[in-house]
């Protein structure tokens, strides 16, 4: 529960936090830009808000009777779609043929990537770019997500920090739950990867580091 918290809370965060600063730039100047980025605030606010109904009602610390089912790669695309209205684009790759995933790793690698993309939202700034990597194979699916790191080439700064954080240590969380394998690191050119191989049938090793 405390994971599923920080990811929503975190990443509805960021957004709201960027589009307001965006809404405050333009207000004067160009008045439709901060009336989109007010309306894409009100947007995040409310899905974020309905997340965590969902996940407070799965653990019976709320009365909201209406079912609000777990996010997956459904809605990835409305998520990489929200991120560009804020200043993020990322492009999308998929690799294989989709499947049906377990309802575990559905939920995993959209929070993964979600969370990864949240950092670049926190640690490289406005104009930063990304891609996201889905890599679908009988037996995996794996998950790359990767910036490029704007801020640290144009502003002396790491787009995350090496040390990492409470969204590292999660995502990292999720992928051993799932008896997968993940890395988290600064990329040869800058930017920050993050790479998640998620088993789609649970094996009796939750530590796959070198059998994948």
């Given amino acids: 529960m405390s994971r599923e918290m920080h990811d929503v809370v975190a990443h509805g965060l960021s957004v709201i936090v960027i589009q307001a600063q965006g809404a405050a730039a333009a207000l004067h100047d160009e008045p439709a ?27 019976g610390e709320t009365t909201d009777d209406a079912w609000h089912p777990p996010p997956g790669l459904a809605q990835l695309h409305t998520l990489l779609a929200r991120l560009e ?24 690698a959209y929070r993964i990537i979600q969370e990864s993309l949240t950092n670049t939202i926190k640690h490289a700034g406005p104009g930063a770019g990304a891609e996201v990597v889905l890599a679908y194979a009988a037996n995996r699916l794996s998950v790359e997500i990767r910036d490029d790191g704007h801020r640290e080439r144009h502003r002396g700064r790491p ?17 051993r739950l799932l ?34």
Avoid: C, K, Y
Avoid at 86 to 108: K, M
């Fill in 179 to 212: 008896g997968g394998r993940f890395s988290a690191a600064h990329g040869p050119d800058g930017g920050f990867v993050v790479r998640a191989t998620l088993p789609l049938h649970r094996t009796d090793h939750p530590d796959l580091e070198g059998h994948l």
């Fill in 85 to 108: 209205q804020a200043g993020t684009p990322v492009r999308l790759h998929v690799e294989g043929a989709p499947a049906e995933l377990p309802a575990s790793v559905d939920l995993s």
């Fill in 33 to 59: 830009a901060a009336e989109g980025a007010l309306d894409a605030i009100v947007t995040v606010g409310r899905d974020s808000l309905a997340d965590m109904r969902r996940v407070l009602a799965a653990v």
């Fill in 159 to 175: 787009s995350v920090p090496a040390s990492g954080g409470n969204g590292l240590r999660g995502m990292r969380e999720r992928t």
